[in-house]
T-cell receptor, first 115, second 114 residues
Framework: DQQVKQNSPSLSVQEGRISILNCDYTNSMFDYFLWYKKYPAEGPTFLISISSIKDKNEDGRFTVFLNKSAKHLSLHIVPSQPGDSAVYFCAASSYSGGGADGLTFGKGTHLIIQP | DAGITQSPRHKVTETGTPVTLRCHQTENHRYMYWYRQDPGHGLRLIHYSYGVKDTDKGEVSDGYSVSRSKTEDFLLTLESATSSQTSVYFC?????????????FGPGTRLTVL
């Protein structure tokens, strides 16, 4: 039973355009959401996060949107650059643990930026 | 850079042998985690620690044990390795004084069990 779902295993986007990565969750106890970026043979790198009390968080080219009623979040990257090619993981933590008891991850989406 | 190192970075072993992976942090944060990453599964939590000698199980803890005798080191042990434990193992920390939700990862250990 997967609690965090990334239904697109891969996504190809042209350089300069917007990349939109999607994530759905089923556990209503999740109250904090994160996106990680991962290059091959490296550990995941924290990218951006959002608390459930917000619906948007922005950091430079990266924006995360949260729709609590739909249990859906998305990561927008504008403009997409070649260095953005990586696997992106959506992750969540629950109110009860405050994140201290670990994160629940999706399976990841491989973003490929085409020149 | 969260100052996390993992050793070894690569290991090949045989079924039935014991294996210990080490995670070392330089910043002495309280919370440390072990995850495994497998194709089609994302990252899954194995065990975590909230202080010296304080540990708890995660989602996929069967076949694994952990120990934390010093703040800076968190060891993951496979008592008798099986082929299903072939995976990439990541250690992570949460920074004290920050959000425990935001975890920072080491470079990973690729383990192959033949």
């Amino acid at each position: 039973d997967q609690q965090v779902k990334q239904n697109s295993p891969s996504l190809s986007v042209q350089e300069g355009r917007i990349s939109i990565l999607n994530c759905d969750y089923t556990n209503s106890m999740f109250d904090y959401f994160l996106w990680y970026k991962k290059y091959p043979a490296e550990g995941p790198t924290f990218l951006i996060s959002i608390s459930s009390i917000k619906d948007k968080n922005e950091d430079g080219r990266f924006t995360v949107f949260l729709n609590k009623s739909a249990k859906h979040l998305s990561l927008h990257i504008v403009p997409s650059q070649p260095g953005d090619s990586a696997v992106y993981f959506c992750a969540a933590s629950s109110y009860s643990g405050g994140g201290a008891d670990g994160l629940t991850f999706g399976k990841g989406t491989h973003l490929i930026i085409q020149p | 850079d969260a100052g996390i190192t993992q050793s070894p970075r690569h290991k090949v072993t045989e079924t039935g042998t014991p294996v210990t992976l080490r995670c070392h942090q330089t910043e002495n944060h309280r919370y440390m985690y072990w995850y495994r990453q497998d194709p089609g599964h994302g990252l899954r939590l194995i065990h975590y620690s909230y202080g010296v000698k304080d540990t708890d199980k995660g989602e996929v803890s069967d076949g694994y044990s952990v120990s934390r005798s010093k703040t800076e080191d968190f060891l993951l042990t496979l008592e008798s390795a099986t082929s299903s434990q072939t995976s990439v193992y990541f250690c992570a920390i949460s920074r004290d004084g920050g959000s425990y939700n935001e975890q920072f990862f080491g470079p990973g250990t690729r383990l192959t069990v033949l």
